[in-house]
């Protein structure tokens, strides 16, 4: 981080305190977990292991009904220090969330560092630029189908979140500055649009988007001028079948001009990449004392397509993404690379006492995986639904390709509030 940046950070947050001294009434929420997991694959289930502690904490102060601020921490033990053995895991720690933020029926800011993909600073609907983010977003909705977005990102807290997937920020944690910054290479600006079509009682979401990067990741935090631009579009269309069943087809096609790591040939620079979804939904409705309906459980199965359509040199340019790979997380997989295919079915069931994921997975890039966590207990904390729990997860995947480890396990143990 620059010394302007940190001048920058600063200002944010002497803004932040001041507004909360003068504030009449906050109002206040809290949230965060403390989980110890062991994830460990086959470059060395003891010697490449993570086992420790994982801890995060926010609280958010609703100052007036559209102003609110945040602020989180988060940090990692390696408990595996303590005995005779290597640990990928480092003990560290970092100011996970702190924010401004703005809102009104249809015009949203936030100035910080926030989780775009979770509560009220959700964000961003790119799947590829999910979690932990320092920056600006703004979004505004200029009718009650369409709503332009516009993000700033220049730097990332790598905490292994990949949305859907479970467990997947328990395994470790890299800070802002300076691996965060490394990882996204320069400055990212991101600018798009959600557009929402009525089709009979379904919906079709098209949300095109562009990207610009100033600056490839080559593992430094030089200043320097190589972009990667990027043109691409989500979609995703419910349709509902019958009653209680759903089909859910999704997919994003973006076409990427520059290298996701470091200069090459010129015919590096041009890359394409398709996934397709096809999801079948079943849901189970059931009715409580007030007679209100709830859902019991869901559950899914489908088949894919994923490419990285480029010469085998390409890269890329993902902060993560929002398909059902376990491998990325569990197996150190690297599938953004070019020349690279998966065609895959999977399974899910999401229940009130348990959740599980399967896929199977062949091509260039190929996977197993079944993951699983137990709800153990529930109780409601907050009127607004807010709950405690504790949930115990654990999985194996198998991948085949990109360097990737072939086995890997994972076992976990999670409160949450």
Known sequence: MSFIKKILFSYLLGIILATALFANKIDLTTHGRLSLGYFGNSFGFLNTSAFGLNAYVMADFGITEHWSIGM?????????????FNNIMTSIGDVSDIYILYKNDNF???????????????????GFFNGPLQGVAVSYKTSSATTLWFSYINSWLNNGFMPGRIGSD????????????????????????DIVFKIQKGSFLVSPWVLLNTKAP??????????????????????????????????????????G???????????????????????????????????????SFGIGVRAVIAKQTGRFFALNDSTRFYGQFLNNAIYG?????????????????FDIHLLIGGGTYSEVSLIGAWKAYRKNRLSNGQTLGFDIGAGYSFTNGNNAANHALMVFGKIAY
Do not use: C
């Open 72 to 84: 989180g921490a988060t940090g990692i033990w390696n408990i595996w220090s303590l005995f005779p």
């Open 108 to 126: 949203k800011i936030i100035i910080g560092r926030f989780n775009a993909s979770q509560g009220k600073t959700e964000m961003i609907t790119n």
């Open 170 to 193: 328990l395994k470790g944690l890299s800070p802002y500055f300076a691996d965060g910054k490394i990882t996204i290479g320069g400055e990212v600006l991101m600018v798009g649009e």
């Open 218 to 259: 080559d593992g430094t935090t030089r200043v320097t001028f190589d972009p990667i631009a990027q043109i691409g579009s989500k979609f995703n269309l419910q349709i509902p079948i019958h009653e209680a069943w759903q089909s859910i087809t999704s997919g994003d096609a973006i076409f990427q001009y520059g290298n």
């Open 261 to 299: 790591t470091i200069q090459n040939d010129a015919s590096d620079d041009f890359l394409g990449y398709v996934n397709v979804d096809e999801e079948i939904k079943y849901t189970r409705y059931r009715l409580n004392t007030n007679n209100e309906k709830y859902v019991d459980y869901s559950i």
């Open 337 to 353: 690379t070019g020349n690279t295919w998966t065609a895959y079915v999977f399974s899910k069931m999401e229940h009130k006492f």
